[in-house]
């Protein structure tokens, strides 16, 4: 109960749950009343992202950019930045059919990675939302801003004119 001062009230109180020492959460998806009641005890939330998806994948142009421009800081000269550009440009119009093709098959790998990632997040989606919903009615603001935190990086990763709307029901 001192995860959540609406159970301490419960129990602390001339209610049932207080005689009887069992707080009954009805209509509630096993798996979302795992993942409140781990967090409540363990202060742990398995869902939350370790780092959110990019907001796209790396075209081949891009790919062949990183591989080949060494790494730049904000402490290098802007003259040098366009040389390396301009020099890259050269390199990739110049670059054999087969060089851009091995370019392209990593894009498509990237792309079919990066539709997985999201994918999985939309399924995971209303089940932070539906353990946001018991958070709030149980007052634990540490798992609500988990849960909103987690949806927020999510969808931060996605594209900016498209947000992640849990189904709350």
């Known amino acids: 109960a001192a995860g959540s001062p609406v ?30 009641l781990e967090f409540l005890y363990l202060q742990e939330l398995e869902f939350a992202p370790d780092t959110a998806p990019e907001k796209s994948a790396p075209t081949a142009y891009q790919l062949f950019q990183a591989e080949r421009m060494p790494n730049i800081s904000d402490a290098t000269p802007l003259g040098k930045i366009v040389d390396q550009s301009a020099r890259l440009d ?16 990593q894009a498509r790998k990237a792309r079919r990675t990066h539709k997985d990632c999201l994918r999985a997040i939309a399924e995971k989606t209303p089940e932070v ?24 990086s999510c969808s931060e990763g996605i594209q900016e004119d498209t947000w992640i709307i849990p189904a709350v029901r």
């Not at 602390?12 to 795992?34: F, H, K, L, N, W």
């Open 90 to 105: 050269r390199e990739w119009s110049e670059l054999s059919q087969d060089g851009r093709a091995n370019y392209e098959s």
């Open 7 to 36: 159970f301490a009230r419960m129990l602390e109180s001339g209610m049932q749950e207080a005689s009887d020492g069992v707080i009954t959460i009805m209509d509630v998806d096993t798996d979302v009343c795992g993942h409140f």
């Open 129 to 152: 939302a539906a353990v946001l919903q018991l958070a709030a009615m149980y007052e634990v603001p540490e798992l609500v801003n988990a849960c909103c935190s987690y949806l927020l």
